[in-house]
Structure formats: structure tokens, C-alpha cells
């Protein structure tokens, strides 16, 4: 099976990233990276993703920035007295599947010019998660077709209360794979994430 990276990345923030990125990781027993940590660092987002995960297969690999306020990556590392560059930001080689977790929304800012939308490669697959609120049908609209615009392969995948007439108008205009969806659980463990793993076709 060819080796593929998948981008998870949602319309904002709080919508389930890392829920999705545990999900897909053990699924397909791929490593896991999240680049860019803002705050929580004794709680980060892969220690949440290690602790969800099964596989004995899965390689966690440290993020390039660690910071200490959980906010926007360009004003923590500004807090931290450092400057964020994505040059600097080297996915790991991996003869397996990689899943890369994002940071808030696409167009979070890393510095003065460039943002979350830099760290993706041509290569990538993106799955954006998408969580219904008001307004977020637009988000998942502005989201995916900027995906589209830039030339990523992307899927969707829709995260707690069903909202049939939002996902129905999001499937109809972006016309993207809706890879499924993860209900409001009342706490997610290893047997709840094994449950969804099992399920996703990607």
C-alpha cells in the first residue's frame, strides 16, 4: 500500500481535530506529528492522541515549536520571545502512513506572512473537520474550496450533533468525499476511538 500523509484541519477552533486525527491514526496504525503546540504542553494534543491510540505501530514524533500560551502559534512564540518559520518545520521521515494535526484553522497565522496553509505539501491528502454552529456552513465552505483552489486532495469529516440540513447543503456545494461523521460521545477512550477506526474507509 502506497504510503500517504494525511493533513487534518478544521474550520476553527475546538471542533475535534484531534478526535479525527486519533481516529484516522489508528485506523490505519500511522505515526502522528503535530507540528506547532501552543500551550497544554503537559497535556498536548499528542499526549491526548497517544493515550486514544491502540496500535502498538503507531511512532509519535515531537513537535518542531512547543509554546507556552494557547493562542494564535504567531503571538505565543512572540510571548516565548521566538519567531516561527515554517522553513524550520520538517515533517519526519517515516516508512509508514503519517498523520500531521494542524492548528486552529488554515489561515492561523505563524508569523508576519505565513500561516497554517504553508505547512501543506503538494502530496498532501487534507481531511477538514467540520463541528455545526452558526456559521459554520460558511467556514467549511471558505475552508474546503481554498483547499480546492490551491489543488489538495479533501475530504470532510463532520464532528458531533447531526445537523442533516448543514451537512446536506456542505455535501451538495464542495462535492467532496464526506469520509463520515463522529457523534457527541460522552467521552471518547481507546474502545470508543477503535470503534470509529474501524469504520472509516479512506
Do not use: C
Not at 78 to 93: A, F, M, S, Y
Not at 167 to 178: L, R
Not at 179 to 187: A, K, S, T, V
Request: aromatic residues 6%; glycine residues 6%; neutral net charge.
Amino acid at each position: 500500500m502506497k504510503k500517504t500523509t494525511y493533513f487534518i484541519t478544521g474550520i476553527g477552533t475546538d471542533v475535534g481535530k484531534t478526535i479525527v486525527s486519533a481516529i484516522v491514526t489508528e485506523a490505519l496504525k500511522a505515526d502522528y506529528w503535530k507540528p506547532i503546540q501552543a500551550g497544554d504542553l503537559e497535556l498536548s494534543d499528542t499526549h491526548k492522541v497517544k493515550r486514544l491510540v491502540s496500535n502498538t505501530k503507531t511512532t509519535f514524533y515531537p513537535s518542531a515549536y512547543e509554546l507556552n500560551t494557547p493562542m494564535s502559534p504567531h503571538a505565543a512564540a512572540e510571548i516565548d520571545g521566538i519567531t516561527i518559520e515554517v522553513k524550520n518545520i520538517k515533517p519526519p521521515k517515516t516508512d509508514n502512513h503519517l498523520v500531521i494535526e494542524g492548528a486552529g484553522g488554515l489561515l492561523v497565522p505563524l508569523n508576519q506572512t505565513e500561516t497554517i496553509l504553508d505547512l501543506l505539501q503538494p502530496n498532501y491528502k487534507v481531511i477538514v473537520v467540520s463541528r455545526h454552529y452558526l456559521g459554520s456552513i460558511n467556514h467549511t465552505l471558505l475552508t474546503v474550496n481554498l483547499l480546492k483552489q490551491k489543488g489538495f486532495d479533501v475530504s470532510l469529516i463532520f464532528n458531533g450533533a447531526e445537523h442533516k440540513t448543514t451537512e446536506a447543503i456542505i455535501s451538495k456545494m464542495t462535492g467532496v468525499t464526506i469520509l463520515g461523521r463522529i457523534d457527541e460521545e460522552p467521552y471518547f477512550d481507546k474502545n470508543v476511538i477503535l470503534e470509529y477506526a474501524e469504520k472509516l474507509v479512506i
